[in-house]
């Protein structure tokens, strides 16, 4: 009696394995339309594998030379349909919705992802996409050194803490330096900020333009800005040029200023995070630093 | 005197253009199809019996996203001119645009409360969002429109030049809603506004088709039915009404026809500019301002020039594709500056 199910189950798993060699061997030809989702397929192992990909997806950076599909709320069927794709990749964000009913009914696979800043949906996706890559086993590596990576991080931000207070952060996004928007609740920027051990001085939800005066009010301790036209110092010098009224805040008299890559911003998680929020919870805490850059 | 194109010529040439243009939107696009199985596929899809083996995908592409895309651009570019027409006629000046009596700006906003609204709600269902988004626009577009048109009466009177200036008040304040809808709106729904704004004949398919093909076939039996009142027009008001047109119903129906006609496409392609305003300009230039060729010229002109834009669209950055109130602007725009200063000299 017992033998039944024991063969149904086998019968099952053999089932599921086939499909799913069957999927990583027919997936050749991939267009992802996701920036982290197309990083995170790099990472896999499964660059080759790409025959396009939209305009979030700039790293590595020579996903730069494969065909762009254009911005991800904006695909055309026949112009995916043009790169012969076995399937197409994106995030919930992905559209818009006639376009994708249209690729489906061409019969080309779309896989949809969550663009979620929370971990859940890091190890969901990495599952997912280790699945139709066919590489489960590094997938799975993948998820739990991110994990622990992340972990190992947050045991030091908290042994930092013990020495000193967590900073007031603000995340201001611009252009050239002009006019920032601040990263307020709920944004990816504040998950990176949290994660990072820093204390969102903005209490709004989303991203919101604030005059120089309410900046200047806020007076963080630590200023982290993400420039999507200059980088590195020459974002850090324009954004004090345009807004003047920050020269008096704690942040700037104590130099206490970084620059964000703003494409960890949009599209989920992906993995070049780890390394980010480490150079984050160093200029948070200087204190401990050394303990935090191991 | 300049040299005019007779009518028959005119017609002719334009139908000839527009069975091109027809050819064309079909026939080319991103994914090279054979032109052999272009015509076989197409041939298929008119009931023919021919076999199917090895058509699938060009039946596919041709049948489910060329011609809907076809038929939509054609649509929609017929009733942007023959509106353009109309109030050009009804403002007896060649600088109005469709969008002079509201009916952008309104659609704008009902789009603005579409795609803002419906992001609040924690996003609609997926079946329901994209006609939520024609619906509202149709709905402001209309509104806005019949909110104009009530401004401009006065003792059973329409003034035209209050309702012009009625209009232009109707959409800086239409500018200002959705401008305050875009500062509330979070990254994402920013970006889905900001494309609405610019128009596409993407992702045409035939559900949403439908209702824009009706309006523009009542629009496109409707307006030429009334040349000849609009040649009177063309005199002055009092003398149209001397020759023994009803102008306040003339009004009316001008009025009506270009709400329920753009903001149908409107709602179906998002905001198009441009053609409206230079299709009529060069109907007139080539045949002169008689409106009994102006009307179906423009109609025959407006498909053209719009599936012609639409290929430049969809070819230019493939497999990405602009959006194509881009390209209308950038022929029209210098077009205009062309008729402007050739006017001049």
């Given at each position: 009696?017992?033998?039944?199910?024991?063969?149904?189950?086998?019968?099952?798993?053999?089932?599921?394995?086939?499909?799913?060699?069957?999927?990583?061997?027919?997936?050749?030809?991939?267009?992802?339309?996701?920036?982290?989702?197309s990083?995170?397929?790099?990472?896999?192992?499964?660059e080759?594998r790409?025959?396009?990909?939209?305009?979030?997806?700039?790293?590595?950076?020579?996903?730069?030379?494969?065909?762009?599909?254009?911005?991800?709320?904006?695909?055309?069927?026949?112009?995916?349909?043009?790169?012969?794709?076995?399937?197409?990749?994106?995030?919930?964000?992905?559209?818009?919705?006639?376009?994708?009913?249209?690729?489906?009914?061409?019969?080309?696979?779309?896989?949809l992802f969550?663009?979620?800043?929370?971990?859940?949906a890091?190890?969901?996706?990495?599952?997912h996409?280790?699945?139709?890559?066919?590489a489960?086993?590094?997938?799975?590596?993948?998820a739990?050194?991110?994990?622990q990576?992340?972990d190992a991080?947050?045991?030091?931000?908290?042994?930092?803490?013990?020495?000193?207070?967590?900073?007031?952060?603000?995340?201001?996004?611009?252009?050239?330096?002009?006019?920032?928007?601040?990263a307020g609740?709920?944004?990816?920027?504040d998950?990176?900020?949290?994660?990072?051990?820093?204390?969102n001085?903005?209490?709004?939800?989303?991203?919101?333009?604030?005059?120089?005066?309410?900046?200047?009010?806020?007076?963080?301790?630590v200023?982290?800005?993400?420039?999507?036209?200059?980088?590195?110092?020459q974002?850090?010098?324009?954004?004090?040029?345009?807004n003047?009224?920050?020269?008096?805040?704690?942040?700037?008299?104590?130099?206490?200023?970084?620059?964000?890559?703003?494409?960890?911003?949009?599209?989920?998680?992906?993995?070049?995070?780890?390394?980010?929020?480490?150079?984050?919870?160093?200029?948070?805490y200087?204190?401990?630093?050394?303990?935090?850059?191991? | 005197?300049?040299?005019?194109?007779?009518?028959?010529?005119?017609?002719?040439?334009?139908?000839?253009?527009?069975?091109?243009?027809?050819?064309?939107?079909l026939?080319?696009?991103?994914?090279s199809?054979?032109?052999?199985d272009?015509m076989?596929?197409?041939?298929?899809?008119?009931?023919?019996p021919?076999?199917?083996d090895?058509?699938?995908?060009?039946?596919?592409?041709?049948?489910?996203?060329?011609?809907p895309?076809?038929?939509?651009?054609?649509a929609?570019?017929?009733?942007?001119?023959?509106s353009?027409?109309?109030?050009?006629?009804?403002?007896?000046?060649p600088?109005a645009?469709?969008?002079?009596?509201?009916?952008?700006?309104?659609?704008?906003?009902?789009?603005?409360v579409?795609?803002?609204?419906?992001?609040?709600?924690?996003?609609?269902?997926?079946?329901?969002?994209?006609?939520?988004?024609?619906?509202?626009?149709f709905?402001?577009?209309?509104?806005?429109?019949a909110?104009?048109?009530?401004l401009?009466?006065?003792?059973?009177?329409?003034?035209?030049?209050?309702?012009?200036?009625?209009?232009?008040?109707?959409?800086?304040l239409?500018g200002?809603?959705?401008?305050?809808?875009?500062?509330?709106?979070?990254?994402?729904?920013?970006?889905?506004?900001?494309?609405?704004?610019?128009g596409?004949?993407?992702?045409?398919?035939?559900?949403?088709?439908?209702?824009?093909?009706?309006?523009?076939?009542g629009?496109a039996?409707?307006?030429p039915?009334?040349?000849?009142?609009?040649?009177?027009?063309?005199?002055?008001e009092s003398e149209?009404?001397?020759?023994?047109i009803d102008?306040?119903?003339?009004?009316?129906?001008l009025?009506?026809?270009?709400?329920?006609?753009?903001?149908?496409?409107?709602?179906?392609?998002?905001?198009?500019?441009?053609?409206?305003?230079?299709?009529?300009?060069?109907?007139?230039?080539?045949?002169?301002?008689?409106?009994?060729v102006?009307?179906?010229?423009s109609?025959?002109?407006?498909?053209?020039?719009?599936?012609?834009?639409?290929?430049?669209?969809?070819?230019l950055?493939?497999?990405?594709?602009?959006?194509?109130?881009?390209?209308?602007?950038?022929?029209?725009?210098?077009?205009?500056?062309?008729?402007?200063?050739?006017?001049?000299?």
């Amino acid at each position: 009696m017992m033998r039944r199910p024991v063969a149904l189950l086998a019968l099952c798993a053999s089932l599921v394995f086939s499909n799913q060699a069957l999927a990583a061997e027919t997936l050749q030809r991939w267009v992802s339309a996701g920036g982290a989702l197309s990083e995170w397929i790099s990472a896999l192992g499964g660059e080759a594998r790409l025959v396009g990909v939209d305009t979030t997806s700039q790293h590595p950076s020579s996903l730069k030379s494969l065909p762009s599909v254009g911005y991800q709320r904006q695909l055309s069927a026949e112009g995916i349909l043009s790169l012969r794709p076995d399937v197409l990749v994106g995030t919930e964000e992905m559209g818009p919705p006639p376009v994708l009913a249209q690729i489906r009914k061409a019969g080309v696979r779309v896989e949809l992802f969550s663009s979620k800043a929370e971990l859940a949906a890091v190890d969901e996706n990495l599952k997912h996409l280790g699945q139709l890559l066919g590489a489960e086993q590094q997938a799975a590596t993948l998820a739990s050194g991110y994990h622990q990576q992340l972990d190992a991080l947050q045991a030091k931000v908290r042994q930092a803490q013990a020495g000193q207070k967590a900073p007031g952060v603000l995340l201001l996004v611009g252009h050239a330096g002009a006019k920032p928007l601040i990263a307020g609740q709920g944004t990816a920027g504040d998950w990176l900020l949290s994660q990072a051990g820093g204390r969102n001085l903005a209490a709004h939800q989303g991203y919101r333009n604030f005059s120089g005066e309410a900046l200047a009010a806020l007076d963080p301790d630590v200023i982290v800005f993400s420039d999507r036209a200059l980088a590195d110092e020459q974002a850090l010098q324009a954004l004090l040029k345009e807004n003047p009224a920050l020269a008096g805040s704690r942040a700037v008299r104590e130099q206490r200023l970084v620059s964000l890559d703003p494409t960890l911003l949009v599209g989920g998680l992906g993995p070049r995070l780890p390394a980010t929020l480490q150079s984050l919870a160093a200029t948070f805490y200087p204190a401990a630093k050394a303990s935090l850059a191991q | 005197m300049k040299q005019r194109v007779q009518p028959r010529t005119l017609f002719i040439c334009l139908s000839l253009l527009c069975l091109l243009a027809v050819w064309l939107s079909l026939a080319l696009g991103p994914v090279s199809l054979p032109l052999f199985d272009t015509m076989r596929a197409g041939l298929r899809l008119l009931g023919l019996p021919i076999a199917a083996d090895g058509l699938q995908q060009a039946e596919m592409i041709l049948g489910q996203i060329r011609l809907p895309r076809t038929l939509l651009g054609l649509a929609v570019g017929a009733v942007l001119a023959l509106s353009g027409v109309a109030m050009q006629g009804l403002f007896r000046n060649p600088l109005a645009d469709p969008g002079l009596v509201g009916v952008a700006a309104g659609a704008a906003v009902g789009a603005a409360v579409a795609i803002v609204g419906g992001s609040w709600l924690g996003g609609l269902p997926e079946v329901l969002a994209p006609y939520l988004l024609s619906l509202c626009a149709f709905i402001g577009g209309l509104g806005v429109t019949a909110l104009v048109y009530r401004l401009g009466r006065r003792d059973g009177q329409t003034n035209v030049a209050t309702m012009l200036l009625a209009g232009v008040a109707m959409t800086a304040l239409g500018g200002a809603v959705v401008g305050l809808f875009s500062y509330l709106a979070d990254d994402a729904t920013l970006r889905t506004l900001t494309f609405w704004n610019l128009g596409s004949l993407n992702g045409a398919s035939y559900q949403r088709l439908w209702p824009l093909l009706l309006v523009a076939a009542g629009v496109a039996v409707w307006l030429p039915r009334r040349a000849m009142a609009l040649n009177a027009m063309l005199l002055g008001e009092s003398e149209a009404r001397h020759l023994g047109i009803d102008v306040e119903r003339l009004k009316r129906e001008l009025v009506f026809c270009t709400a329920l006609g753009v903001g149908a496409a409107v709602a179906a392609a998002g905001l198009i500019g441009f053609i409206g305003l230079v299709v009529p300009h060069l109907v007139r230039l080539l045949a002169g301002p008689d409106h009994r060729v102006v009307l179906p010229a423009s109609l025959l002109a407006g498909g053209v020039l719009m599936l012609l834009a639409d290929l430049a669209a969809r070819l230019l950055l493939a497999p990405a594709e602009l959006p194509i109130g881009i390209v209308t602007a950038f022929i029209g725009a210098p077009f205009f500056l062309f008729l402007l200063m050739r006017g001049r000299s």
